[in-house]
Nanobody
Framework: QVQLVESGGGLVQPGGSLRLSCEAS????????MGWGRQTPGKQREWVAV???????NYAASVKGRFTIFRDNTENTVYLQMNSLKPEDTAVYYC??????WGQGTQVTVSS
């Protein structure tokens, strides 16, 4: 089991940017898929972005063109760069490893 710790959340104005970090307790170089999901109260968790061990990325339609996922295997960390943030991006963001192990989440609030 991989332990994951997210950080970087906070309050930002619409149109602003944030970078989330997810540090793993073990090497991530051999983990096939690492990614991010988000959840708001009363709704199911939805996937946001995923990156393969080979660097292939995929994004949910709602964030494509605004969010970028990338990984640093030397630091065992996955990042989510979020630009042009909208109020509807407000959620708790969770990092995962192979869709199985999840972190505790970090709150992102987009509001003026």
């Amino acid at each position: 089991q991989v332990q994951l710790v997210e950080s970087g959340g906070g309050l930002v104005q619409p149109g602003g940017s944030l970078r989330l970090s997810c540090e793993a307790s073990t090497s991530i170089s051999s983990i096939n898929n690492m990614g991010w999901g988000r959840q708001t109260p009363g709704k199911q968790r939805e996937w946001v972005a995923v990156i393969s061990s080979g660097g292939t990325t995929n994004y949910a339609a709602s964030v494509k063109g605004r969010f970028t996922i990338f990984r640093d295997n030397t630091e065992n960390t996955v990042y989510l760069q979020m630009n042009s943030l909208k109020p509807e991006d407000t959620a708790v963001y969770y990092c995962h490893a192979n869709w199985r192990d999840w972190g505790q989440g970090t709150q992102v609030t987009v509001s003026s």
